[in-house]
């Protein structure tokens, strides 16, 4: 169906270690990808897109890796920061279209 | 604060009650959408405006939901007779309306129907 998943609900890191968070979606129709962070009581904060025609893309300590066989999308977070933690969404918009699929979220966690 | 704005952030209500939101996109943001988050899930998409037409309903918006936006500024949200299952974050984003475009996202009103 047309749903995004990610693998992990939880990730536990250590400050300072790379975090890895992953996304599976269905819909090979979809074009845009997004990848959101969300902190308790807060509405979600962009952190980095992709567009289909694409298969990495780097931000700030931030890399987005999309692998359209496969159909996987992953955030990196590099030096991973207390910060850092929150849940995260990745959210995918099928061409033509308007609205937004998200996923249901990982809870990261870095420790001190 | 020039990003999206929503108003009120919480609203506690008795089932049965009307209640109504508000958003106000980020200025010049012709686009803009509302999605419901309940918890532990991700935001699921209810409807989009371009400036005031209301172009896209998801089926989650049952009829006793609806949303204006009169003057391709502001929006609303209405919610008639509230049930318990309405409870939710209530979230309002926008976009310029370009290909592709991300989507901003306020801070949410959170509603508790009692």
């Known amino acids: ?112 | 604060d020039t990003g999206v704005s929503q108003n009120p952030r919480h609203k506690i209500t008795k089932r049965g009650q009307n209640v109504t939101f508000r958003c106000d996109p980020i200025s010049e943001h012709n686009r803009l959408y509302w999605y419901r988050q309940t918890l532990g899930q991700g935001p699921e998409f209810l409807t989009y405006f371009q400036n005031e037409a209301q172009l896209e309903k998801s089926r989650l918006l049952s009829d006793r939901f609806s949303a204006e936006r009169p003057k391709g500024s502001f929006s609303t949200l209405e919610i008639q007779r509230t049930e318990q299952g309405d409870s939710a974050m209530y979230l309002c984003a926008s976009t310029t309306g370009e290909l592709l475009e991300t989507q901003y996202f306020g801070p949410g009103t959170r509603l508790l129907v009692l």
Not at chain 1, 32 to 41: A, H, T, V
Not at chain 1, 72 to 101: M, N
Request: with cysteine; proline share 4%; hydrophobic share 30%.
């Open chain 1, 1 to 112: 169906g047309e749903s995004v998943g990610l693998h992990l609900p939880t990730l536990s890191v250590q400050e300072g270690d790379n975090s890895i968070i992953n996304c599976a979606y269905s819909n090979s129709a979809s074009d845009y990808f997004i990848w959101y962070k969300q902190e308790s009581g807060k509405g979600p904060q962009f952190i980095i897109d992709i567009r289909s025609n694409m298969d990495k893309r780097q931000g700030q300590r931030v890399t987005v890796l999309l692998n359209k066989t496969v159909k996987h999308l992953s955030l990196q977070i590099a030096a991973t920061q207390p910060g850092d933690s929150a849940v995260y969404f990745c959210a995918e918009r099928e061409g033509g279209s308007e609205k937004l699929v998200f996923g249901k979220g990982t809870k990261l966690t870095v420790n001190p």
